[in-house]
């Protein structure tokens, strides 16, 4: 019977961490760990802290400068956005302990909100990759295998509009190319996105890209297939000294290392840009180019059209520009 009831939590606890994404389970992981030793610190029992507890503790994080040893905006405290992800993680832990979270109550979120008029705080906008800032990028990766597998994962990151994980995640089995049925046709391909930070539930999306004549995405994947010799398993691989392939799939936090690599190479200041700077561009340059909402939306599977429209702002904000005329 005591092994029928370990069996039975060991299920319940399977099941309950799949009740979320694996980054935000990582996320959420590290908030209550920097919770909880707050806590030790202070000789509370961070599964019995009380609001006014959790309050000095997020002011404490707003106010004081991060430790030395951070790797960016070092004297900096955090950012408003990292201490909302902090209070998520602290009431998914009580909320698995069964417990009433004391993030819900309204003082912790008076503290927020202050601290937000406070720092006055804009949310943080990276950089969008346009295509001719691909195309430059393209041009700075060379032709070593790594390059050839750069290549590859900024057109198609491009191309497809594919958030990091995504990239990360895809196998050669969800590649689908269509070589042209006639010598007016060009290649076609379908990727198949089998789950994402819209579609937790794995429904999966299939995505249409097109060869194009600039960026060419279909070319670099095709380069990059043959190059690397992969033909099963995921898509784009960890690499060491030598051009050699580990087989380990790419870990979502490489592609913004890489294109804050290629963006610094072509004069791009790496610290306005991020993984998400490649999907940015898509949007943008498609509005530049008139393409129709719908259109676009099919290929970022956005399911709220006031998202697109802050990009297709963006993008057209200098045309018909209502001081053009005499400014």
Known sequence: MQNDKNNDESLYGNILSLSLAKNSRIAYEKGWSIFHDYCVSRGINSLEAT?????DFFLLLSMVPRSENATTNQGEPLSLSTLT???????????EEGKVSPTRSPKVSAILK???????????????????????????CGTSLIGVRDKAILALGFAAALRRSEICSLMISDIEIIPPIDRWDTK?????VRKSKTDQFS?????????????RPIDRLEDWISASGIT??????TMRRGSVINGNPLHHSDIPRLVKKYSKAIGVNPDEVSGHSLRAGFITSAAVHNARMDKIMEITRHTNPSTVIRYIRDADIFRDHAGENFL
Request: hydrophobic content about 35%; proline content about 4%.
């Open 51 to 55: 609001q006014e507890e959790v309050a």
């Open 85 to 95: 992800l902090y209070k998520s993680a602290i009431a998914n832990r009580y909320n």
């Open 114 to 140: 202050g601290l937000a008029r406070y720092r006055g705080q804009p949310p943080r906008r990276v950089k969008a990759l346009r295509d001719h800032h691909v195309l430059l990028m393209l041009e700075k």
């Open 188 to 192: 076609k391909m379908f990727i198949t």
């Open 203 to 215: 429904k999966s999306y299939r995505i249409a890209v097109p060869q194009g004549r600039r960026i």
């Open 232 to 237: 099963q398993g995921h898509l784009f691989r």
